[in-house]
C-alpha cells in the first residue's frame, strides 16, 4: 500500500457542515492582488523604503511539467485574512497556504484537501527541502521581493497553522513524520542568505515535527512545545486548521539604503495532503524602527528599575524627536530638548520617537509602565509541626513578604535551591496547605517575584520545617554483658522515625531531662531503667524504652536506715531470671544464705545474729538476658557496719 493510500486511511475524516461564525476566521483570495498584499497590507504605509521585483508562486501559476491539478480545482494558496474580532491573535493580514487559501476559513470541519483523488497538486522548493533535510516537497507557496529601506531593522509577526498537528487524536503521528515547513529567507547585498523563521534560541527551522507538545508516537523527538498554542477540534477553532503555533516575531538587522531579497515561502513535506498555511500580521513587516513591545504590568513586563532608555542604533542620517501622549489632549507632545536617538525615561506613560530622514519620517511608540523595586523576601523563622507530619506553607508567607499585601507578590515553595534559582519544579499550591516534607526536617526554598514583570530581579530566603512528634517505636541496647567488672555499662538507644528521618534527644530516667543529642549513655548502673526520646523540637512528646541491667550491689549497710539494707542481686524478674539460684558464702567458704530472685534479699544476719563486716561471697546460676545461655558467675561484696 503506497504511502498516499495510508495517509488516506489514517485521516477517516467525516466532513461536516459547519456553518461560519462571525468571530471565525475569512479569506478572501481576489481582493488585493499579491503586489498590494505585500505593499498595501503586509507592509503598510512607509516612504522610508522601497520594494520592487515581487514575484510570486503558488497551484495558480506553478509551472511544474508534473503539475496535475483536478479542473476547476486550481488552489490559490495566497489571500488576504481577517479575523472579524474572533480570536485569531490577529486582526488581519497575509496567508500563504499549502492548498487552496480559502478552506483556511474557520472553525474546522475536518482536514481539507486532504483525500486521495482531490487533492491539488504542485510542485515543492528545494531551498524548503535542503532546510528540513527532506526527499521532496510538494504544493510550495511563494512570495519573493526586493526592498531597500534608510532604517536599519527589519521584522515581521507570523503564526503557523497546520493540519498536521494531530496530537490530541489517538493514535495521531503526522506532527512526528511530516515537518511541513515555512521559511522567510533574507539575502543580504552580498549574497549570504539566512533564514529568519526559527524557533527562538535555536536554529531549528518553524516547521511542524519541531513545534508540538510531547507525542507518545515520537517520544525521543526534540520539540519545543512551549511554542505550540492549541489543538482545534472540529467545530471550534478560528481557522479550519487542526493546531497552531503561538505568535512568533522574525527580525533582522540590516545596512540601511541596501537593497535586499526576501523570500516567504511554505510547502507541504512528502506529499501533498494535509494543508498547512502561515499568517502574516498586517503591517507588521516592518521597514523601520523599532522600540520593542509594550512594557506594561498586564504585559507581566513593566520597569522595575528607576529608568529605561529606549532608542535605536544611531542612523547615518535624519535627525530625532522623542514625545509624550498627554492624557489631557490626547496627542503626542514634543518633549523639549530630547532629540537624541536615545532617550531615558522615569515615569510610565506613551512615548514616541520620530525619525526624520531626508523624503521621509518613521515613528515608533511604546507603553512603559513603571513598578516598585524587586520584591524583597524575608527570612520567616523555622516551621513547627506538634501533631503529625503536615504543614501549611503558606503559614510563612506574611513573615516572608513583610505583612505586605500578597496580590503585590508571587511567591513559591520549592525543595531545592537550584530549583528555586531557576524557577522549576516549584511545590504545587495544591500541596501547600497539608505538605509532607522528605523527611522530618526538611529545608524549603522560598522564591518571590514581582507579578507585573518578570524583569525584577527575584528574591530569595528559606526556611526549616522539623516535625515535634516523637519516634515510633524506641529500642535499647546494653554493650556489656551481665556482671562487667565494675558494675557501669554503655546504653544506646535507638529511635525508628515516625514518618521518614527524625532529629531526636534523649533522656535517663527523667522524662523532664536533661536531655542530651547523643543516643548513647556511659556509666550506667544495674536495675531497671527508662530512657526517654523526644523530637529536638520540645513539643511535650516522648517515647519511652524500660529496660534492665542484670549485675549485683558491691556494698550493703544493714543498720536499718533505709538505705542500703540488704544485699541483692539487681533485675533478676525483670531479665526473665526468676529460676535463678544465689548462694551467700562466708570468706571461709560457708554457706550463709541462700535467696531466691523475688526475695527483698540478705539483711547480714545468720540465724537471726547479725553477721560481722567483712567480705562475702556470691555464686549466682542465671541465663545470660537476651540469648539465654546458661551461666554461673561468682564475686564478693562487702557488708559495712
Partial sequence: MNQLIIRFLQLGLLCYAVQVSAQAVTVDVNAFTVEELVRDVLIGSTTCGEVTNITYRTGTNATDPERDIPTNQEANGIGYFQSNGGPFPFQGGVILATGDARDARGPVTGLPNSGLDDSPRWQGDPELANIISSPETFNATIIEFDFVTALDFISFDFIMASNEFDGNLEGGEFECEFSDVFAFLLTAPDGTTTNLAIVPGTNQPIAVTNIHPPNPACPDAVTYPEYFDRYNDV???????????????????????????????????????????????????????????DRTAADVSAVCTPELTLGEEVLDVGTYQWNFFDENSGVFVPIAGADEPFYTVTESGRYRVDVILPGCTVSDEINVEFVDASPIALPPGDLLSCDGLVFDLADSIPAIIDGGDPNDFTVNFYQSAADAEADM????????????????????????????????????????????????????????????????????????????????????????????????????G????????????????????????????????????????????????????????????????????????????????????????????????????????????????????
Fill in 425 to 524: 519544579n516549584a511545590i504545587p499550591m495544591a500541596n501547600w496547605g497539608a505538605y509532607q516534607p522528605v523527611g522530618g526536617e526538611q529545608t524549603i526554598y522560598v522564591r518571590v517575584d514581582n507579578p507585573m514583570s518578570t524583569e525584577c530581579d527575584p528574591a530569595f530566603t528559606e526556611f526549616v520545617i522539623r516535625s515535634g512528634i516523637p519516634p515510633e517505636t524506641l529500642t535499647v541496647e546494653v554493650a556489656q554483658a551481665s556482671f562487667t567488672p565494675g558494675g557501669r555499662y554503655t546504653v544506646i538507644a535507638t529511635a525508628t522515625p515516625a514518618a521518614n528521618e527524625g532529629v531526636y534527644t534523649y533522656s535517663l530516667d527523667d522524662p523532664n531531662g536533661p536531655y542530651q543529642n547523643s543516643p548513647v549513655f556511659e556509666g550506667v
Fill in 235 to 293: 467545530g471550534t477553532g478560528a481557522v479550519n486548521y487542526s493546531g497552531q503555533t503561538v505568535a512568533f516575531t522574525a527580525q533582522s538587522t540590516v545596512i540601511p539604503n541596501q537593497q535586499y531579497h526576501i523570500k516567504l515561502a511554505i510547502a507541504d513535506d512528502e506529499d501533498e495532503q494535509v494543508d498547512s498555511a502561515i499568517f502574516l500580521r498586517e503591517g507588521s513587516f516592518d521597514l523601520g524602527i523599532d522600540l520593542g513591545p
Fill in 526 to 641: 544495674p536495675g531497671t531503667h527508662v530512657i526517654y526520646a523526644r523530637n529536638s523540637e520540645d513539643c511535650g512528646l516522648t517515647a519511652s524504652a524500660p529496660f534492665t541491667i542484670l549485675d549485683f550491689i558491691r556494698y550493703f549497710t544493714p543498720n536499718n536506715d533505709g538505705f542500703h539494707d540488704t544485699w541483692n542481686i539487681l533485675g533478676l524478674e525483670e531479665t526473665g531470671n526468676s529460676n535463678a539460684r544465689i548462694f551467700i558464702f562466708d570468706r571461709y567458704g560457708k554457706l550463709i544464705k541462700q535467696l531466691i530472685p523475688n526475695s527483698p534479699g540478705w539483711d547480714g544476719t545468720y540465724n537471726g545474729v547479725p553477721m560481722p563486716a567483712d567480705d562475702y561471697w556470691f555464686r549466682i546460676e542465671y541465663r545470660e538476658p537476651g540469648d539465654g545461655t546458661p551461666k554461673k558467675f561468682s564475686a564478693h561484696f562487702s557488708l559495712i557496719r
